[in-house]
């Protein structure tokens, strides 16, 4: 079972299973969240592809169904 901190607590010492070792980890209303040492990437993968997407569809200009009814 997780432990739970203290809603002071702000960082621990924990497993990280990712870097196979001890690490720091943050604590967030009394729980503790990933490791410290692992940067989170600025966009997650859904983002990356909307983005995308977007790019896309503004590099090709309007569709067949993306102007106004006529």
């Not at 432990?3 to 604590?27: D, G, I, L």
């Not at 790019?55 to 309007?62: C, F, W």
Request: with cysteine; charged share 35%.
């Amino acid at each position: 079972m997780p432990e739970h901190y203290t809603k002071n607590t702000e960082e621990c010492t924990a497993w990280c299973n990712k870097c196979h070792r001890n690490t720091q980890h943050r604590v967030d209303g009394g729980r503790r969240v990933p490791c410290l040492e692992h940067e989170a990437p600025e966009l997650s993968l859904a983002q990356i592809r909307r983005q995308k997407a977007a790019e896309k569809r503004a590099r090709l200009g309007p569709g067949l169904f993306d102007g106004e009814p006529k």
